[in-house]
């Protein structure tokens, strides 16, 4: 079987769900039924609802009706520096050796062995809604000021799965910098926000 092919049974669910043929709260198709519709063996098909249960789009429990689930909570990311007012959990701590860019945003030499966490961020309903990942030198201290920009990176296999979204997929990327009062670098992180829980909203600017 091969291994592409559920997943292009996947993305034509989406594709089908996006043009309205099945809508949230709605059943789909039995395995057998849709493997019949497609010409493929149940297995197949059982193996896309398994992905797509995954990433969120559809619910249901395993051997039982699988429907759309409906859409996730928007949120708005207004400040980039601000505390997490939901459960989190720590995912990694291995130390990291600085690579070109996190040499540059830290002010190290290339190599330099970096202190390092990835905390996955969960909203109300315990569902993953944003990776933190931060890397600094020694011991972590009190900060003055940051820096935030903002761009789209497409997901790896890992943060793809902690995410419970498809390999690829699009997300905002935060890059967030903290500066000691002379403005010196301290720590550095990656925020990774799925383009379907969030939106960006940049604060005003001062007169």
């Known amino acids: 079987m091969s291994a592409a092919r559920h997943r292009r049974i996947a993305a034509d669910i989406q594709r089908r769900i996006a043009a309205g043929e099945w809508r949230p709260g709605q059943d789909l198709p039995s395995?057998?039924?849709?493997?019949?519709?497609?010409?493929?063996?149940?297995?197949?098909?059982r193996l896309a609802y398994v992905l797509l249960r995954r990433a969120g789009v559809l619910a249901g429990e395993e051997r039982r009706a699988v429907y759309v689930a409906h859409p996730p909570a928007m949120r708005t990311l207004t400040d980039a520096d601000g505390e997490w007012p939901f459960a989190s959990e720590?995912?990694?701590?291995?130390?990291?050796?600085?690579?070109?860019?996190?040499?540059?945003?830290?002010?190290?030499?290339?190599?330099?062995l970096l202190r390092h966490e990835t905390v996955e961020c969960l909203d109300p309903g315990g569902r993953s809604a944003m990776l933190v990942s931060s890397w600094w030198r020694g011991q972590r201290r009190p900060h003055a000021a940051f820096s935030a920009e903002v761009g789209v990176v497409a997901l790896e296999e890992g943060q793809a799965h902690a995410l419970g979204l498809l390999v690829d997929t699009l997300a905002f990327r935060v890059v967030r910098t903290r500066f000691d009062h002379v403005g010196r670098p301290l720590e550095t992180a990656d925020l990774i926000l799925p383009m379907d829980r969030w939106l960006i909203r940049l604060a005003p600017g001062q007169p």
């Open 31 to 45: 395995r057998a039924e849709l493997a019949a519709e497609l010409g493929v063996n149940p297995q197949t098909v």
């Open 90 to 112: 720590t995912t990694d701590t291995r130390p990291r050796s600085a690579t070109v860019e996190l040499a540059e945003r830290l002010e190290v030499r290339v190599g330099a």
